[in-house]
């Protein structure tokens, strides 16, 4: 009869499978197990009635005790994985870590809506300051405008007096002066 490994016994020898695959090997070795008792049972059929009543007894007594055992390792696994699970340095870690990351996602939107505040502000100002200096500009544009209209005009009166200076002058030395 061979030695029932545990499932933390076949972790510990095969450390790159996985649960399952290490249910499989578990199961494998039960399979031929049981292919070793139908040659112990066929032994038994050829036994007497009355050896084959208490070898029935007997046989179903080791049965349950094996499986009693065998629930018992699994709750114990089970009871392993879970306070390893939860307890473990690197449950640990990761909780804290993921703690830390709470915190500063928390922090970092803080900052960013009073950040997006300020820039909304910083926009608010912005356009009313450029509502501001477009009416100012419409406004310098108009008396441009009205400038550059009243420059053309004293251009002219310049030239129509420049005309009657110039008339003048060329009259006053036809005459003599």
Same mark, same amino acid.
């Given at each position: 009869?061979?030695?029932?490994?545990?499932?933390?016994?076949?972790?510990?020898?095969?450390?790159?499978?996985?649960?399952? *695959?290490?249910? /499989?090997? +578990?199961? %494998?070795?039960?399979?031929?197990?049981?292919? $070793?008792?139908? #040659? =112990? !049972?066929?032994?038994?059929?050829?036994?007497?009635?009355?050896?084959?009543?208490?070898?029935?007894?007997?046989?179903?007594?080791?049965?349950?005790? *094996?499986?009693? /055992?065998? +629930?018992? %390792?699994?709750?114990?696994?089970?009871?392993? $994985?879970?306070? #390893? =699970? !939860?307890?473990?340095?690197?449950?640990?870690?990761?909780?804290?870590?993921?703690?830390?990351?709470?915190?500063?996602?928390?922090?970092?939107?803080? *900052?960013?809506?009073?950040?997006?505040? %300020?820039?909304?502000?910083?926009?608010?100002?912005?356009?009313?300051?450029?509502?501001?200096?477009?009416?100012?500009?419409?406004?310098?544009?108009?008396?441009?405008?009205?400038?550059?209209?009243?420059?053309?005009?004293?251009?002219?009166?310049?030239?129509?007096?420049?005309?009657?200076?110039?008339?003048?002058?060329?009259?006053?030395?036809?005459?003599?002066?």
């Amino acid at each position: 009869m061979t030695i029932k490994k545990t499932i933390h016994e076949l972790a510990k020898e095969f450390p790159n499978k996985t649960y399952v *695959e290490l249910e /499989k090997y +578990r199961e %494998e070795d039960r399979q031929q197990e049981a292919g $070793v008792c139908i #040659i =112990g !049972e066929a032994k038994k059929d050829r036994e007497s009635e009355k050896d084959r009543t208490s070898s029935d007894k007997n046989k179903y007594y080791w049965m349950w005790r *094996e499986e009693k /055992k065998k +629930r018992q %390792e699994a709750e114990g696994e089970v009871t392993i $994985v879970k306070g #390893i =699970g !939860e307890n473990s340095p690197e449950m640990k870690s990761a909780k804290s870590e993921v703690k830390a990351l709470k915190q500063q996602l928390c922090t970092d939107r803080n *900052e960013f809506e009073t950040h997006l505040e %300020e820039a909304k502000r910083t926009i608010k100002n912005l356009e009313a300051r450029l509502v501001e200096l477009l009416e100012v500009d419409e406004a310098h544009q108009k008396l441009n405008g009205k400038l550059q209209e009243r420059l053309t005009e004293v251009e002219g009166d310049n030239k129509k007096l420049a005309d009657q200076i110039e008339d003048k002058i060329h009259q006053l030395r036809k005459s003599g002066m």
